[in-house]
């Protein structure tokens, strides 16, 4: 900065923080700049060796595309594929209900509805114990649903997209290419009789089951087929769903299959040619980590059970491969984030209604010091822990958000989701995530440039004077951590003895993964007491328990990899709003980590998978972030989504 710069900055900020501006800008130099900072920001290093590494050597041919096996193996299968009875008959399918009047919707849901009534009736004179009044609600639906249908002759296509709220469902929200609603034309086929023969045999079936039930399962069987031709609406749908599962009588089983089915899609479409995968050293070490868990799952103390929990993390942790190969643009990276905003704001209102309007079981607190909290609230998850463990590891994406350049009413939008989340966030009591949550928001701030720690300290006093306005209940369960007298922090403590004493004859491989194998060996070291534990109640502790020091080390190893790609690209990356999402998805991914000191975050599968979504958001901007600056340089290269190759080393 030259002399007059250095006036001007001294006039319009002040010598204090004009001084703090330059003294933090020279210790966030020598950082940068250190053995330490050069090594966190240099991933590229790394990459490249796998480059130019035996195994890219040994894939790489010198023989033209067309000749190589692979591309040959691929275009057969895509021919066999795209020319099979069941591709051929749902692509008949889905374009005879896109392009068909929704007039002929109108009829079917008419008549669908007269059965669904004389269905209720009927059982109730035979058989009146098996009388529903759900058929009449169905029913009533159903017809009134019919009567705006009757007066459009409009296709189905061109409804879905002229409407702006099917619009922002399926195009903005589930990423579905608007050209093919736009191939159809606007007046829609009249099939007045096709309707009419759908309705009486779907009608026919409501004597047997119920209609909603049997608007369920169409609705279904519409959804995979929609997965089975776009595996990123599968890929949506799951982590907007995640957090809604416990609708679901089964919720992981449930979230389970619709990822199988998502990643069964990808992996078809990868197979012919028509998605790319592309390959560096964190995939590599994610990939580890799975197979780490397959192999804990069959060398176990737990059986079966264990072999179960195995392929359950196995499956959910595909999410990272899925996000990181099927978002390939920015506004892939956006629409993401958007449903997991949404979904998360959704859930903080479910919580704040259970806090302010119903009776919070305290099941979760120590009464004998924290009486007067009035219970946790859990929202959509099975105990407070987890809501806060899915809250603390959103809310730095938020700010992020935030913190981008753009419309005031949209920043305002995200300035109301923060609220919320740290609202809800404030009723789970649950301290580790307050201190996760509080520790992440600061580096976050931090990490924005040098000027933001200048502000932090010329702000600490002002904020220090407003620490008394804060209630005392929650000073008081802030505080709280590491008391003894509190009895969830003396059972942690506990419990940490006596894995201390397991881990002391299985620390090199481990006891195997899931509930059944830790409990199975734990109960034999535990103190009196406390041998229910079904986890170890810290994150690291219970990996060291799985899969003794290999498995901490290959998931160390992971995390060291993704943070030194994320660091390397939020030091030289161009755009702001890409590097702000990589800061906040690693804030995120850290509060969690801080969690895992108190609790093991991986016990609950849904946290598991959300945590791993992230680990693939932050991965696949960071791809979309270097695919930009390739093609600003040369604009030839253009990865799309046909890619011209299967995998991809970089």
């Not at 090199?508 to 986890?535: D, Q, R």
């Not at 690209?569 to 709003?577: D, L, N, S």
């Not at 991986?602 to 945590?611: A, E, T």
Request: charged content about 15%; aromatic content about 12%; overall charge positive.
């Amino acid at each position: 900065m030259n002399y007059s710069n250095r006036r001007s900055s001294r006039r319009k900020n002040g010598v204090i923080l004009h001084g703090l501006h330059t003294a933090f800008a020279w210790l966030y130099a020598l950082i940068l700049n250190s053995a330490l900072g050069r090594y966190m920001t240099n991933y590229k290093k790394t990459s490249d060796a796998l480059s130019d590494g035996f195994l890219r050597r040994s894939l790489r041919s010198k023989r033209k595309r067309s000749d190589r096996l692979t591309f040959r193996f691929r275009q057969t299968l895509s021919g066999i594929v795209e020319k099979s009875m069941f591709c051929r008959l749902v692509t008949a399918i889905e374009q005879a209900l896109l392009q068909s009047s929704l007039n002929s919707y109108g009829i079917f849901l008419l008549f669908f509805g007269c059965f669904a009534i004389v269905a209720h009736y009927v059982p109730t004179n035979l058989v009146p114990e098996r009388a529903q009044i759900g058929y009449l609600i169905t029913g009533g639906l159903m017809i009134l649903a019919s009567l705006p249908l009757f007066a459009s002759t409009r296709s189905l296509a061109h409804s879905l997209r002229t409407s702006r709220v099917f619009r922002l469902l399926l195009i903005d929200t589930l990423g579905i290419a608007e050209e093919r609603f736009r191939s159809y034309q606007e007046k829609g086929t009249e099939h007045y009789i096709v309707a009419l023969v759908c309705s009486f045999l779907f009608g026919a079936l409501t004597f047997l089951y119920p209609p909603g039930l049997i608007l369920t399962v169409m609705g279904i069987v519409i959804l995979i087929l929609m997965i089975l031709r776009d595996p990123e609406i599968g890929m949506l749908l799951s982590v907007a769903l995640c957090p809604f599962m416990t609708l679901a009588e089964r919720p992981t089983l449930s979230l389970m299959m619709l990822v199988a089915l998502s990643l069964f899609s990808f992996i078809v479409k990868l197979l012919c040619g028509k998605r790319v995968w592309r390959w560096e050293p964190t995939d590599g070490a994610v990939l580890l980590l799975i197979l780490m868990y397959l192999f804990g799952g069959i060398i176990t103390r737990g059986g079966r059970a264990s072999l179960h929990s195995a392929l359950m993390y196995a499956a959910l942790m595909s999410i990272y491969f899925m996000v990181a190969n099927l978002v390939r643009s920015q506004d892939g990276v956006r629409r993401l984030i958007h449903v997991l905003i949404g979904s998360c704001t959704a859930v903080a209102l479910i919580g704040l209604w259970q806090h302010f309007f119903t009776t919070v079981e305290v099941a979760y607190l120590d009464l004998s010091l924290f009486a007067d909290l009035g219970g946790r609230i859990y929202a959509t998850w099975e105990n407070p822990n987890m809501l806060a463990e899915y809250l603390v590891l959103l809310m730095p994406l938020v700010l992020a958000r935030l913190c981008t350049k753009g419309r005031v009413l949209r920043g305002f939008g995200y300035a109301i989701c923060l609220i919320l989340l740290g609202a809800c966030l404030i009723f789970t009591w649950s301290r580790g995530a307050w201190l996760g949550a509080v520790i992440s928001m600061f580096l976050f701030l931090l990490c924005l440039n040098h000027k933001a720690l200048s502000y932090t300290v010329v702000a600490a006093l002002p904020v220090a004077t407003l620490l008394p306005l804060i209630p005392e209940r929650i000073t008081r369960r802030f505080l709280s951590i590491g008391n003894l007298s509190d009895s969830s922090v003396l059972y942690r403590v506990n419990l940490w003895q006596g894995i201390k004493d397991m881990l002391s004859e299985h620390w090199l491989t481990g006891v195997g993964v899931g509930e059944s194998a830790f409990c199975t060996v734990y109960s034999h070291y535990a103190l009196p007491g406390i041998e229910s534990a079904m986890h170890a109640h810290n994150l690291y502790l219970q990996l060291l328990c799985s899969f003794g020091v290999i498995g901490l080390v290959i998931f160390a190893v992971t995390m060291l990899l993704w943070l030194r790609h994320a660091l390397e690209y939020y030091r030289f990356g161009e755009w702001r709003g890409s590097r702000l999402v990589v800061l906040g998805g690693v804030m995120g991914v850290f509060a969690l980590l801080i969690m895992g000191l108190f609790d093991d975050i991986f016990y609950n599968y849904r946290i598991f998978f959300m945590f791993w979504t992230v680990m693939g958001l932050v991965t696949a901007q960071l791809r979309v972030g270097e695919r930009q600056s390739e093609r600003s340089y040369n604009p030839v290269d253009d990865e799309r989504t046909q890619g011209e190759v299967t995998f991809r080393f970089h």
